[in-house]
T-cell receptor
Framework: EAAVTQSPRNKVAVTGGKVTLSCNQTNNHNNMYWYRQDTGHGLRLIHYSYGAGSTEKGDIPDGYKASRPSQENFSLILELATPSQTSVYFC???????????????FGPGTRLTVL | GDSVTQKQGQVTLSEDDFLFINCTYSTTTYPTLLWYVQYLGQGPQLLLKVTTANNKGISRGFEATYDKGTTSFHLQKASVQESDSAVYFCALALNYNQGKLIFGQGTKLSIKP
C-alpha cells in the first residue's frame, strides 16, 4: 500500500541546535509538502517540491530549509531551532499537476518537535 | 486572493445528533472543494471532495454539498457516533495551484457518549 512515512516521530531539540525531519513516500508522486500544525492555525505550508532537486517556499518558510534529493525523499531542516518552532510537522505527497480535481494530498503520521 | 474560512473551531455533540460544518471560500476560478478528517495522533486523510460540477459527495455516512450562490460548502452527517470524534478540515484546490491546497482552520468535533 502506498504510504508516507516520517522520522523521527518525536524529537526534543535544544535552542540553537540543528534539526532534520525526514519524509519518505512510496506513492511515486511528483509533489511533496511540509506543513506545521498549531492550535488555532490549522495546517500551514512551509516548503514544497515539484520533484527531485526542486524546493519552493510556502507560506511560512522563515527559519526552515528543505531538500528533495530524490522522488521519494523530502527533508525539512531547522538550522538554528527556536522554541517558536515547537509544533507538529506533517509531510504530504500528491500529484496535483494533473489539475485541481486531482489535488488530493496523502499525509504522513506527523513528527512532534519540542524545542527547549 | 484565494482563501477559505472555517469559523467553527469546536463543536460538541451527543451521539445520534446531526452534524453540520460550514466553510466559505473566495476564488475567481473553478474550485474543487475537499474535506479532510484527522483522528487523534494521525495525519489528515481525505474524506470527501466536491466539484462545482457534481455539487455533492458522499462517503462513510458523511455528505458534502456545495452552494455556488453563497460560495460555501458544507459537511454533514445525520447521526454522529463517538468514533467520529476528530478534527475536520475543509480545503480548496485550484487548477492553477499545481497541487497546493488552501486549508481552513479546522473544526474539532467532540462527541459526548
Amino acid at each position: 500500500e502506498a504510504a508516507v512515512t516520517q522520522s523521527p516521530r518525536n524529537k526534543v531539540a535544544v535552542t540553537g541546535g540543528k534539526v532534520t525531519l525526514s519524509c519518505n513516500q512510496t506513492n511515486n508522486h511528483n509533489n511533496m509538502y511540509w506543513y506545521r500544525q498549531d492550535t488555532g492555525h490549522g495546517l500551514r505550508l512551509i516548503h514544497y517540491s515539484y520533484g527531485a532537486g526542486s524546493t519552493e517556499k510556502g507560506d511560512i518558510p522563515d527559519g526552515y530549509k528543505a531538500s528533495r534529493p530524490s522522488q521519494e525523499n523530502f527533508s525539512l531542516i531547522l538550522e538554528l531551532a527556536t522554541p517558536s518552532q515547537t509544533s507538529v510537522y506533517f509531510c504530504a505527497s500528491g500529484d496535483g499537476g494533473l489539475g485541481g480535481y486531482y489535488a488530493e494530498q496523502f499525509f504522513g503520521p506527523g513528527t512532534r518537535l519540542t524545542v527547549l | 486572493g484565494d482563501s477559505v474560512t472555517q469559523k467553527q473551531g469546536q463543536v460538541t455533540l451527543s451521539e445520534d445528533d446531526f452534524l453540520f460544518i460550514n466553510c466559505t471560500y473566495s476564488t475567481t476560478t473553478y474550485p474543487t472543494l475537499l474535506w479532510y478528517v484527522q483522528y487523534l495522533g494521525q495525519g489528515p486523510q481525505l474524506l470527501l471532495k466536491v466539484t462545482t460540477a457534481n455539487n455533492k459527495g458522499i462517503s462513510r455516512g458523511f455528505e458534502a454539498t456545495y452552494d455556488k450562490g453563497t460560495t460555501s460548502f458544507h459537511l454533514q452527517k445525520a447521526s454522529v457516533q463517538e468514533s467520529d470524534s476528530a478534527v475536520y478540515f475543509c480545503a480548496l484546490a485550484l487548477n492553477y495551484n499545481q497541487g497546493k491546497l488552501i486549508f481552513g482552520q479546522g473544526t474539532k468535533l467532540s462527541i459526548k457518549p
